[in-house]
């Protein structure tokens, strides 16, 4: 993978990332599709599809209900709170199962930042923190395995793999703090107003003149 292809994130990372989206207030689906991109500085790209997906699921789960519809149609979804509750544990730090660190912690910072109604500060901060205690671990284990030996290849492996945890670790911290130096108020911006091309809206009922011309075709 190249160091520009966005990353395609899986269900858990989508369905924390609409959540949080949705503090913003209520908002129709293909408006959180392309606020997720922008918010995520078009590393979490996934088709309109799959935003669709996770917001029925949601619904099902009882994190997000309906609220109502636009001028035009298109059907508006907000948080519960049971989903306001899910979206501020993941802006905390609780990563979804299964979901990789490093990946959780740039999203979770990258929306954090972007978002006037968040304050991101705590959020840079707690990171920092894990990732320190990360690397912390890391390196008292790369030192249990030096004294332990290196003549089994297992052991030789073992520790590669500590040393590359140790990397990650650093070069999270290095741009967290990339982040902290920065300039968070100029990152933010608002929801967008503007209008999509294109949506999902409630299909419309048929009349009977309309399954008369289907049956007839």
Same mark, same amino acid.
Do not use: C, K
């Given at each position: 993978?190249?160091?520009?292809?966005?990353?395609?994130?899986?269900?858990?990372?989508?369905?924390?990332?609409?959540?949080?989206?949705?503090?913003?207030?209520?908002?129709?689906?293909?408006?959180?599709?392309?606020?997720?991109?922008?918010?995520?500085?078009?590393?979490?790209?996934?088709?309109?599809?799959?935003?669709?997906?996770?917001?029925?699921?949601?619904?099902?789960?009882?994190?997000?209900?309906?609220?109502?519809?636009?001028?035009?149609?298109?059907?508006?979804?907000?948080?519960?709170?049971?989903?306001?509750?899910?979206?501020?544990?993941?802006?905390?730090?609780?990563?979804?199962?299964?979901?990789?660190?490093?990946?959780?912690?740039?999203?979770?910072?990258?929306?954090?930042?972007?978002?006037?109604?968040?304050?991101?500060? #705590?959020?840079?901060?707690?990171? *920092?923190?894990?990732? =320190?205690?990360? %690397?912390? +671990?890391? !390196? &008292?284990?790369?030192? $249990?395995?030096?004294?332990?030996?290196?003549?089994?290849?297992?052991?030789?492996?073992?520790?590669?793999?500590?040393?590359?945890?140790?990397?990650?670790?650093?070069?999270?911290?290095?741009?967290?703090?990339?982040?902290?130096?920065?300039?968070?108020?100029?990152?933010?911006?608002? #929801?967008?107003?503007?209008?999509? *091309?294109?949506?999902? =809206?409630?299909? %419309?009922? +048929?009349? !009977? &003149?309309?399954?008369? $011309?289907?049956?007839?075709?």
């Amino acid at each position: 993978m190249s160091d520009s292809t966005p990353t395609r994130g899986g269900d858990v990372a989508v369905r924390d990332a609409l959540l949080v989206l949705l503090v913003n207030g209520p908002a129709y689906g293909f408006q959180l599709h392309g606020d997720l991109a922008a918010r995520t500085g078009g590393r979490r790209v996934v088709n309109a599809g799959q935003t669709y997906a996770t917001l029925d699921r949601l619904t099902t789960q009882g994190l997000v209900e309906p609220a109502g519809s636009t001028d035009d149609g298109l059907p508006l979804h907000r948080l519960t709170p049971a989903g306001r509750v899910a979206a501020d544990a993941w802006l905390s730090g609780a990563d979804g199962a299964g979901a990789d660190p490093w990946h959780e912690s740039v999203d979770r910072v990258l929306i954090a930042v972007s978002m006037p109604s968040v304050d991101a500060e #705590p959020v840079i901060d707690a990171e *920092r923190e894990r990732w =320190r205690r990360r %690397r912390d +671990r890391a !390196g &008292a284990s790369a030192a $249990a395995g030096g004294r332990a030996g290196d003549a089994d290849p297992r052991a030789r492996l073992a520790a590669a793999a500590t040393t590359a945890e140790i990397a990650r670790a650093d070069a999270m911290l290095a741009w967290l703090g990339g982040i902290v130096a920065s300039d968070l108020d100029a990152a933010a911006f608002a #929801p967008s107003t503007e209008r999509p *091309r294109r949506g999902r =809206r409630p299909a %419309r009922p +048929r009349t !009977g &003149a309309e399954d008369h $011309a289907s049956a007839d075709a």
